[in-house]
Nanobody
């Protein structure tokens, strides 16, 4: 069974940095896309950034220039370096991955890691 496990969340002051990590276990394949989403209290889950195995990147305008996504395809891992953090970045951050298999997409989610940015 495929599992995504996040780590690296925590409490940081505004202007600080955090690095999130997500590692997949139980998979015999590489994901087509891995990335990060976040959900703040009372809000819908939203895209933060994704990175395909082909190198194609996608990110929210609100994090461009501050957050950097990277992958280690051999380890089936994805990372999110977050710099210049703002209080509005406070949310639960979820690792996401998907792969095309058997004619359809299979999606996977991690359990989430809390990021809290104090002002």
């Amino acid at each position: 069974q495929v599992q995504l496990v996040e780590s690296g969340g925590g409490l940081v002051q505004a202007g600080g940095s955090l690095r999130l990590s997500c590692a997949a276990s139980g998979s015999t394949f590489s994901f087509d896309v891995m990335g990060w989403y976040r959900q703040a209290p009372g809000k819908q889950r939203e895209l933060v950034a994704t990175l395909g195995s082909d190198g194609v990147r996608n990110s929210a305008d609100s994090v461009k220039g501050r957050f950097t996504i990277s992958r280690d395809i051999a380890k089936n891992a994805v990372y999110l370096q977050m710099n210049s953090l703002k209080p509005e970045d406070t949310a639960v951050y979820f690792c996401n991955a998907w792969v095309v298999r058997g004619g359809g997409r299979s999606y996977y989610w991690g359990q989430g890691t809390q990021v809290t940015v104090s002002s």
